[in-house]
């Protein structure tokens, strides 16, 4: 295939910046990283990006396309060649460029660290010297944040980290949520502590763009719901941030809808919601809130409450609450997978049906 | 990663060096597991391990070392389980273990079909625990030879330029193959021999460098791993008549024979045309979505967005590709090399545990178990003797090799010889292998040697030139590829991955039950054997 692509070039040396347009071949089967390796080559050597596994697992190629960051090994580049796009290639987001597509990643390890990213073993270690004895169910807690590769993805596209540089951000996050869902490990409370301050859980704006921009479905924005869950559980919940979660579900349970004007009291507290009724009445005078609160219950409200009861009836307290997978799974899916195997082997074009050759009796003796 | 925790925890002043960001390394891609004998599933203990592996070895493993290996595993295991390490579970809550090729019994550890990565994520949150420093992407080129021993490396910073020397009174190499010399390989662009060559460049002897493992389940047309994991859960290998040829080859093991067994059925099958372009196919179709998407996750992935095929509906084509090296620096069972101060563990390193094959599962353990070893072989060598001396001419002849490098203004891309060496390397030393062929390789490997001192280096800045690196990379391949083919051709026989269907079909015990020792002379290669160490074993037929 005959395709274009544009890379912002960067020089740290001399700090110029410049996008560059390239035209090249390249087998239809090629992804982007495929396609920078044969400009590399064949073009420009100084063209500078990361690469190893080429499979989606090593988490070096993070970078953005069109603005949205890729693995670049994960991103088949026919779709995009026959529609005639010239993609415009650039480095992640909220990391300093060092050259063209490579960032410099030691602000993302140094909030990796900030979480005391390892096991702090609890009191329950297995005294028969063997491993500790934990259902898969209780594992798949984790599952998620289990599968992240440290690619970066999520924090070039955090949009909270790009107001505040020092937000610990959702990969840090995740890797939390890794050892908080973790039932070995003993020091959930210290680190939800540790992770409610300024900077932590609560400072996530809830725009989802980790989510999207995963390529490994880790979701680390459930994972950060599933911390501040656990937080709540646990009584970690001097945070504004908590208050104001905790407020939602409460109004929601009560009257069946969200009773604003107790909001702000109800989060930073009466003396500082006083401090704010100027801002209120300038939100009331453009029409934001209504100017009298109508006291009522919603019609629905039975719905609230009845999902509230299953999941305690489930004992799904935390981050138990949070359902599990669905979006991974949803990602991965396509097609009617309840089709049986019958119906499979019968598929127009299939691969004939597998079966054993008889073998002569010499041959297996 | 194993090796650096070991030493710290032994009381070593410990650094790490690394080309990547060591959570970026290739054991993160090992998808199936890791074997132990914990007997979890099934009956179980180290011996039948060893014997396995021995089997599995061709006869050409060193006993002792196999049973130091599978003795230690388990406890290893536990202990990567106690530090957090995320492995599947039965449902008693116990680790889960699945069959592999080879195996007697179901001894590999797993979780889901990432477990190299689960593996890699543990070991960094252990030396992060521990704080140990790691210079990161530092290209390690060269060891420090002083006073016959081995006391730094010369390495090439590649975020800010530079030649950067660093001293130590040991050294472990950990740095993996070399899969990268041919054109079909699982392996990533990192793995391009680069620990094996720099102690060949030092004087230290490569073992057992003929013997290079084809994965028979690597996705066509990229060579990408699809675990041996797929096959433990039920999946087939069809030809295009939908026969489970395997059936004639290994009626007893099918597809869970061990690997170079697979791969050659598969190639045969392919040669005599009954694959299906090129390839032949993976079958799990029967396994169902749930078993799938379940245990198999990352593999269905990598076949929807590689392949563009839904392994739930429709099988995957697949052919054997290059993917471990047996060979590597010859160690002892604590890691140490000849060279005083100078250790290897993994799989740039020869114990061998491996021999002539290895089995599914036990490269992911031999990083750990030997790793450990080396690290603490090397750090007690260290803790008793003092000195370090960094003669300054090692940096200044660095530098010197390096000016002519960078400052050669012409010459040819690096990626045409590379390509050639893909390209040869798979049609003449891959899963069968004539005189003919390999001597013609010989010839291909001289020629593309005597053309690498005119490769030209594009990129001339300091700031993250890769195209250095490649430059650099692509001579370690070069000559660590020359080892090997020279190693094959004197090998007279067919064992293990060396097989030689049309001259010497067999394994030919009285002559060549031996390691094959390859040294740098006097810029090529001098061959010599070793003998193969025996505890319980004698070497019977192999039958699967």
Redesign the interface.
Known sequence: MQLGLKIWRYDSATGERELREYELEAPDEATLLDCLDILKDKQDGSLAYRKSCRMMICGSCGMRMDGAAVLACKTRMYDIAQEGRVPVISAMGNLPIVKDLVVDMDPFWDKFKAMWPWLQPGYDRPEDGREYRISQERMNVVHKEALCINCGCCVSECNAMESDPEFLGPQALAKGMRFVGDPRDGATVERLERYSQEHGIWDCTRCYFCNERCPKGVDPRDAIAKLGAESIRLGIDRDMGAKHAKWFVRSAETTGWLREEELIPKTQGYASAIKQLKFGASLAKHGKVRPVPVPHTAKDVGEARNLRKLVREQDRQGALGHVQGEKALERLTHGHIDASLEEIYARPGAAPRPWLPEVEEEAKA | MRAAIEAFDAGADVAMISK??P????S??AEGGINAALGNAADDNPEIHAYDTVKGSDYLGDQDAIEIFTAEAPGD??QL????A???????????QRPFGAAGSPRTIY?AD?T???LI??LW??C??RDIPVYEEFFAWQLVENDGRCQGVVCWDL?HGGLKTLGGKTVVLATGGAGRQYRVTTN???CTGDGMAMALHTGLPLKDMEFMQFHPTTLY??G??LTEGIRGEGG?L?N??????M??YA??ALELASRDVVSRSEQTEIDEGRG?DGSI?L?M??L??ERI?ERL??S???A???AGI?P????VPVRPGAHYHMGGVETDNDGATEMTGLYAAGECACVSIHGSNRLGGNSLMETITFGRRAGRSAAEWALANTTVEVPAAVERDADARLRELLDREGGE???KLREELGVSMLENFAVFRTEEGMTRQIEILEGLRERYPNVY???????????LTQAIELGNMLDTALCMVTAGVVRKESRGAHARPHDYPTRDDENFLHHSITRWKDGGVELSTSEVRFTQWEPQERKY
């Open positions: 990547l960001h959570t970026r390394s290739h993160g891609a295991i536990i389980e106690n530090w957090g995320v492995f599947s579970r039965r449902d008693d809550g116990r680790l889960a979780s990432i190299g990565h689960v994520q543990v949150e252990q992060c625990k975020l990533a662009y990192a047309p990229t990408i791993l087939y069809i295009k008549d939908g026969e489970r040829f059936k004639r009626p007893n299906v196919l079958d179709r029967h169902g979505a998407l996750p990352g269905r992935e990598l929807m967005t590689y839904d739930i509906f429709d099988p891309r690096p990626w280096v594009e990129d001339k800045g300091q700031v993250f030139n890769s195209d």
